[in-house]
């Protein structure tokens, strides 16, 4: 006699529009708007920074703080965890995607596919975990009005930024829910597809273009003849410290030649067969601790030279990952591999990806992930950006994270729950702006806290005075 099959259920897109549609009920969409601080009282975000930077090495703590010293957007940009910790007790919409968890606007950029074109994504994946789909796109969000603030635009400039991102994001998810699962793993946000978004706006066509051939130049070769010098008949990678320099050993552990090579060995099973062979024309060379970021600084970052031959190189970038962000308020088991979790997401949320993407463990038991190093980069030039560019650049930065929310995700879910009118974007606008202030407040508790040594900065006394000025 053969076996009943159980019964499949799949539901239609129309049925998951009206089942996102119905969490509006629970978590109206202009709630979103009205709480921003969702914790207790016990919010104390210098002792925040403090419980991070025990975990650092702590001869670069200081350049953590002396970097998030130079602005509120600086400080916003290194204080993911803080968000996170303010974003556990505000409503949710309870639709969960795989969420990049440090989604502000300068972890958008360009970069090459294993095709060597150039497509615009989310470039940063530390945080990634599973999360309501409302935390990525309300640090963005809030990252507008925070850096539109820094350069002197107007509120009404500031806040329409944030809108813009909210009504990018529901627009997208809307055309989305109509298209299959393989077509939203297929999908990718290309140059073209950038330069036809800019239509008119001759400012941001200009800079498109000029990115694009700065960032054809941002390969090996050129990583090569800025990093490396020759050295006994082979290049090395050049000190530069404090951001760039040779260590012997780390946490008063001597790194032996055994230790590395069984580092490499376990990053090397991660990596699809083809690509393993790819590998092993490559020998390791040396390798340096490289300061990278704002929220990375003292967290355990290397650059590693490899050469297949005297003037064949690759440089990867060897990255620390610990738990996320997110993971004390999403209800997530622990990870068991963090490095893997970085990878995974990142596969899941971005269009194309690294093709010597993989991770591994050290030693001590910490988590690494691997990477190219700089491998045609594109990143946004905030510091010189007008209103008007600034603002089609969050158009674009919307479109993106819905692309990589959709991947997967369930955009006809999400699109049914944000509907087609505007009451999400001007909630998203109304928490960006009240976000923003909390994070000017945050960032003067910061100064005060340098400023009384209880936290130190490589800032010297005459700098730390003009950039608080």
């Given at each position: 006699?053969?076996?009943?099959?159980?019964?499949?259920?799949?539901?239609?897109?129309?049925?998951?529009?009206?089942?996102?549609?119905?969490?509006?009920?629970?978590?109206?969409?202009?709630?979103?708007?009205?709480?921003?601080?969702?914790?207790?009282?016990?919010?104390?975000?210098?002792?925040?920074?403090?419980?991070?930077?025990?975990?650092?090495?702590?001869?670069?703590?200081?350049?953590?703080?002396?970097?998030?010293?130079?602005?509120?957007?600086?400080?916003?940009?290194?204080?993911?965890?803080?968000?996170?910790?303010?974003?556990?007790?505000?409503?949710?919409?309870?639709?969960?995607?795989?969420?990049?968890?440090?989604?502000?606007?300068?972890?958008?950029?360009?970069?090459?596919?294993?095709?060597?074109?150039?497509?615009?994504?989310?470039?940063?994946?530390?945080?990634?975990?599973?999360?309501?789909?409302?935390?990525?796109?309300?640090?963005?969000?809030?990252?507008?009005?925070?850096?539109?603030?820094?350069?002197?635009?107007?509120?009404?400039?500031?806040?329409?930024?944030?809108?813009?991102?909210?009504?990018?994001?529901?627009?997208?998810?809307?055309?989305?829910?109509?298209?299959?699962?393989?077509?939203?793993?297929?999908?990718?946000?290309?140059?073209?597809?950038?330069?036809?978004?800019?239509?008119?706006?001759?400012?941001?066509?200009?800079?498109?273009?000029?990115?694009?051939?700065?960032?054809?130049?941002?390969?090996?070769?050129?990583?090569?003849?800025?990093?490396?010098?020759?050295?006994?008949?082979?290049?090395?990678?050049?000190?530069?410290?404090?951001?760039?320099?040779?260590?012997?050993?780390?946490?008063?552990?001597?790194?032996?030649?055994?230790?590395?090579?069984?580092?490499?060995?376990?990053?090397?099973?991660?990596?699809?067969?083809?690509?393993?062979?790819?590998?092993?024309?490559?020998?390791?060379?040396?390798?340096a601790l490289k300061v990278v970021g704002v929220g990375s600084v003292g967290t355990r970052c290397f650059v590693a030279l490899l050469l297949a031959a005297p003037d064949d190189a690759l440089f990867l970038q060897i990255k620390e990952a610990g738990r996320s962000v997110l993971e004390?308020?999403?209800?997530?088991?622990?990870?068991?591999?963090?490095?893997?979790?970085?990878?995974?997401?990142?596969?899941?949320?971005?269009?194309?990806?690294?093709?010597?993407?993989?991770?591994?463990?050290?030693?001590?038991?910490?988590?690494?992930?691997?990477?190219?190093?700089?491998?045609?980069?594109?990143?946004?030039?905030?510091?010189?950006?007008?209103?008007?560019?600034?603002?089609?650049?969050?158009?674009?930065?919307?479109?993106?994270?819905?692309?990589?929310?959709?991947?997967?995700?369930?955009?006809?879910?999400?699109?049914?729950?944000?509907?087609?009118?505007?009451?999400?974007?001007?909630?998203?606008?109304?928490?960006?702006?009240?976000?923003?202030?909390?994070?000017?407040?945050?960032?003067?508790?910061?100064?005060?806290?340098?400023?009384?040594?209880?936290?130190?900065?490589?800032?010297?006394?005459?700098?730390?005075?003009?950039?608080?000025?």
């Amino acid at each position: 006699m053969s076996k009943v099959k159980a019964k499949v259920e799949i539901r239609t897109k129309e049925q998951r529009h009206e089942v996102g549609k119905s969490l509006r009920v629970k978590c109206p969409r202009t709630s979103h708007g009205e709480v921003v601080l969702g914790q207790g009282d016990d919010r104390d975000v210098v002792a925040m920074l403090e419980a991070q930077d025990k975990d650092r090495l702590q001869n670069l703590v200081p350049i953590r703080h002396g970097r998030m010293v130079q602005s509120a957007f600086a400080y916003f940009r290194g204080t993911a965890a803080i968000q996170a910790y303010d974003l556990a007790g505000t409503p949710t919409s309870g639709i969960i995607v795989q969420a990049c968890g440090d989604c502000h606007l300068m972890n958008f950029g360009g970069f090459a596919t294993p095709e060597r074109n150039i497509v615009f994504d989310i470039n940063d994946f530390d945080e990634t975990l599973p999360a309501p789909f409302e935390w990525d796109l309300k640090r963005l969000a809030a990252s507008f009005v925070i850096a539109a603030r820094w350069r002197g635009f107007t509120e009404d400039q500031a806040r329409e930024m944030a809108v813009q991102t909210a009504a990018s994001y529901r627009e997208s998810m809307r055309k989305r829910e109509s298209t299959s699962v393989l077509e939203a793993w297929y999908s990718r946000i290309g140059v073209d597809d950038v330069q036809a978004m800019a239509g008119d706006n001759v400012d941001l066509s200009g800079r498109l273009k000029k990115k694009i051939v700065e960032a054809r130049k941002q390969t090996h070769e050129h990583v090569f003849q800025k990093l490396t010098t020759p050295s006994r008949g082979l290049p090395r990678i050049v000190d530069q410290p404090p951001l760039l320099y040779h260590v012997d050993k780390l946490e008063n552990i001597k790194i032996n030649q055994s230790e590395i090579a069984t580092f490499f060995e376990q990053y090397r099973e991660t990596l699809a067969e083809e690509r393993r062979i790819l590998f092993d024309r490559f020998k390791l060379v040396d390798w340096a601790l490289k300061v990278v970021g704002v929220g990375s600084v003292g967290t355990r970052c290397f650059v590693a030279l490899l050469l297949a031959a005297p003037d064949d190189a690759l440089f990867l970038q060897i990255k620390e990952a610990g738990r996320s962000v997110l993971e004390p308020y999403t209800g997530t088991k622990k990870v068991k591999q963090n490095g893997q979790r970085v990878v995974v997401g990142q596969r899941l949320m971005q269009s194309a990806s690294d093709i010597f993407l993989g991770w591994t463990r050290g030693p001590l038991g910490r988590d690494f992930y691997i990477r190219q190093l700089r491998d045609m980069k594109v990143a946004p030039d905030v510091e010189t950006q007008l209103p008007k560019v600034m603002r089609a650049y969050a158009m674009v930065c919307g479109l993106a994270l819905a692309r990589a929310h959709h991947k997967a995700g369930d955009a006809a879910m999400i699109a049914g729950y944000l509907g087609s009118g505007d009451q999400f974007d001007e909630a998203i606008g109304d928490y960006a702006v009240a976000y923003a202030d909390q994070v000017e407040h945050d960032y003067k508790t910061l100064v005060q806290a340098v400023r009384s040594g209880r936290l130190k900065t490589d800032v010297s006394p005459s700098r730390l005075a003009t950039a608080l000025r």
